[in-house]
């Protein structure tokens, strides 16, 4: 095996672990909290000695903000971006769409993420502060535009955005109540494309833009 075989393979085998802690991780903060997770108890669900854990990420804390981290960039690259040319229906529909599948698909990521602001973000601030609150005023920005420019509804568009996160991450968030009320045992894939088209159409006709 040549040496960029070799890179290439050990590469893959170290995304391979860091994918499995992180995804072990998640659910032991979602089940016990911050404080209550430990590395040793990631390590067994992981099914991984705990010095390999250690290895990876020197402590709990960093193990933490790799899982923070990971589902900040993973609602990023879900929505994507918001272009002016593509009009807000477009844009909310793309909005709505993005965070209701990954409310579906990954639901502890959006439970570790309503834990950790419920706690007043103590791992978060700065992101909130800086990165957070510049997303949302630029996007404020766009739909603001919009309004101006007569192609939607006058609604305040920090509250759009709002609204927005707090119906899609619902699924995520509450999800064993929205089962027991469905009496399902699990989502399905209709399930994901009716919420869809509900919450589409109501925010949709609240914007007036059907």
């Known amino acids: 095996m040549t040496s960029a075989n070799q890179t290439k393979k050990t590469g893959s085998i170290r995304e391979k672990s860091r994918v ?6 998640r659910t032991e903060f979602v089940l016990q909290g911050y404080r209550g997770a430990t590395v040793q108890s990631i390590a067994d669900r992981a099914e991984l000695p705990k010095a390999n854990i250690l290895y990876y990420f020197k402590n709990k804390e960093n193990i933490y903000h790799a899982v923070l981290e990971d589902t900040l960039e993973m609602w990023d690259q879900g929505i994507g971006d ?9 844009a909310i529909e793309k909005f709505i769409a993005a965070k209701v599948r990954m ?6 990521a959006s439970k570790i993420y309503a834990i950790e602001i419920i706690q007043g973000a103590p791992h ?9 609150r510049q997303w949302v ?8 535009q919009w309004i101006d420019n007569g192609e939607m ?27 027991t009320v469905m009496n399902k045992a ?21 914007c007036g833009l059907i």
């Open 20 to 25: 499995k802690i992180l995804m072990a991780a």
């Open 82 to 90: 918001i272009e002016p040319n593509q009009g807000p229906k477009v």
């Open 103 to 108: 409310s579906f698909k990954e639901p502890e």
């Open 124 to 132: 978060l601030k700065d992101y909130a502060r800086t990165y957070q």
């Open 137 to 144: 005023r630029e996007k404020a920005k766009l739909f603001q």
């Open 153 to 179: 509804a006058n609604v305040d568009p920090i509250h759009l955005i709002f609204l927005i996160w707090s119906a899609t991450q619902h699924y995520a968030d509450f999800d064993t109540q929205i089962l």
């Open 186 to 206: 699990d989502f399905e894939e209709d399930d994901i494309e009716q919420v869809i088209t509900f919450l589409s159409n109501m925010i949709l006709r609240g």
